[in-house]
């Protein structure tokens, strides 16, 4: 499965930026999926993750109330909405795919990635 994740940027804190991940070589609606940030200088971080129905989800305390994760399976594509940004949201974000729901606040649970987009939160 290929992972290719866009919509990063620069942002003024206090701003909104929408990720998207497209999916392609198999079928979105197998995987649960999740999004993985690594700031310079950090190991990296689960952000968000969502079931492959999209009923469960899973979000670090630092994100709770500002990010959403959405999926649209007949799209392929997976979505990270993040509010309010903060400086310290500052990372390179990857979207990630895994089989199955174990737990998904550890990054090392997922088997596919992609390549990253970078986000940049100014004060």
């Known amino acids: 499965v290929q992972l290719q994740a866009s919509g990063g940027g620069l942002m003024q804190a206090g701003g909104s930026l929408r990720l998207s991940c497209a999916v392609s070589?198999?079928?979105?609606?197998?995987?649960?999926m999740g999004w993985v940030r690594q700031a310079p200088g950090k190991e990296r971080e689960s952000v968000a993750a969502?079931?492959?129905?999209?009923?469960?989800?899973y979000y670090t305390d630092s994100v709770k109330g500002r990010f959403t994760i959405s999926r649209n399976n007949a799209r392929n594509t997976v979505y990270l909405q993040m509010s309010s940004l903060k400086p310290e949201d500052t990372a390179v974000y990857y979207c990630?795919?895994?089989?199955?729901?174990?737990?998904?606040?550890?990054?090392?649970?997922?088997?596919?990635w992609g390549q990253g987009t970078l986000v940049t939160v100014s004060s």
């Open positions: 990630a795919g895994t089989r199955k729901w174990n737990n998904p606040g550890q990054s090392q649970e997922y088997n596919y």
């Open positions: 969502v079931s492959v129905g999209g009923v469960r989800t």
């Open positions: 070589g198999r079928t979105l609606a197998n995987y649960v």
